[in-house]
């Protein structure tokens, strides 16, 4: 069974269509790049797999369910934007996290944090935008969950900081779960793709793997993302 399905699905806003009769699916054990230039619906897309939106027509499942309480026990998710109370320290934000969800694995967590040098006791809004970054991820990854989105995780961060988020992914996901990343920085996200999925104005282009688009067009995920995106 898909871990995420769509079909057809359509998202207005008003008389936009951030989505247009959008049809994929992600399988487990899978890191799938959901690719595209910033407007072209990634972000309407996860929000609609994570519950936050509903469609205007089609539609989307998460293991054979609509998105609703059944399903957020089984999707991780992170935005786009800092979402934690930055008046908390690192182990309220693991306390807060336990709170919420059962899945949540403290002694995961607090391992990263320690191998990242982060002190518990400090607040959010005292550290780094980049390890600011990194909690956020690390706490989203150390779920056990059926499907992480990940909205724009690197954008914004240094070079390190992008290595690290992207080690954090490969290393802690659950190999029977799938990870969606959304981004448009390519080239530093390829190295860590199963598949990836181009999207463009609401639309899907493509889906494929990342070995048979190398085989088949004899470049990089990237150079052929120039390719078909180019202005």
């Known amino acids: 069974m898909a871990i995420m399905e769509c079909a057809a699905l359509t998202k207005r806003f008003g008389a936009v269509k951030a989505l247009d009769g959008v049809s994929l699916a992600v399988q487990p054990g899978r890191v799938v790049g959901l690719l595209g230039p910033n407007g072209s619906g990634k972000t309407t897309l996860i929000k609609l797999a994570n519950g936050l ?19 957020k026990a089984l999707v991780s998710y992170l935005p786009d934007k800092e979402y934690l ?14 709170d919420f969800y059962s899945d949540f694995d403290r002694e995961r967590a607090r391992e990263m944090l320690a191998r990242l040098g982060v002190d518990e ?52 996901y659950n190999p029977e ?39 088949r067009e004899g470049k990089s995920v990237d150079q052929y993302f120039r390719e078909v995106f180019k202005c």
């Open 121 to 172: 006791k400090r607040r959010f809004k005292q550290l780094s935008k980049g390890t600011r970054e990194k909690v956020q991820l690390i706490l989203v990854m150390s779920r056990q969950a059926k499907l992480y989105l990940l909205d724009e995780p690197i954008g914004g961060v240094d070079p390190a900081t992008r290595d690290f988020i992207l080690d954090t992914i490969i290393r802690n």
């Open 53 to 71: 939106l509903t469609p205007t027509g089609g539609e989307l499942k998460i293991m054979g369910m609509k998105p609703g309480s059944e399903t």
């Open 85 to 98: 109370p930055e008046w908390m320290n690192a182990k309220q934000l693991m306390d807060f996290y336990g």
């Open 177 to 215: 779960a799938a990870v969606v990343i959304s981004t448009h920085l390519i080239a530093d996200v390829e190295q860590v793709l199963d598949d990836v999925i181009f999207v463009r104005e609401g639309h899907v282009l493509l889906q494929s793997t990342v070995d048979e688009i190398r085989a």
